[in-house]
């Protein structure tokens, strides 16, 4: 069996940056990863303001690591230039909540929504 620290705990019932920015704004990055393993889905999203991020939020379905890991991706996001947001590892996110081992997957589709929300950006942005 394994624990969850009490960090996991209080964003799994308080969650930072739930919500949903509209998709078709062209400052709007979007970012929707499921698990193949379990069946879960996270969605990020960014509000872009001249490279920097400066809103973001997310809505998940599935278990309370992935709601934790949504919630703390966004806090980190919130104030990063799009590279340094390019740059977050679910390494980091995973040591933020002591995300138990058997649940580090919850936190690699928080670091592949992140990408795919700057990568929908950065595409947009071309148009
Ligand atoms: Fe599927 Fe956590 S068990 S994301």
Redesign the pocket.
Known sequence: MFEYSDELMRHFHDPHNVGDFDENDSRVGTGVVG?P????V?KIQILVDNNVITDAKFK?Y?????IA?GSVATDELIGKTLDQALGILNTEIAALLDLPKI?V??SM?AEKAIKAAVEDYQEKSKR
């Open positions: 698990s393993a379990c069946g879960d996270l998940a599935g278990c309370c690591s992935v890991s649940k997957h919850c589709i």
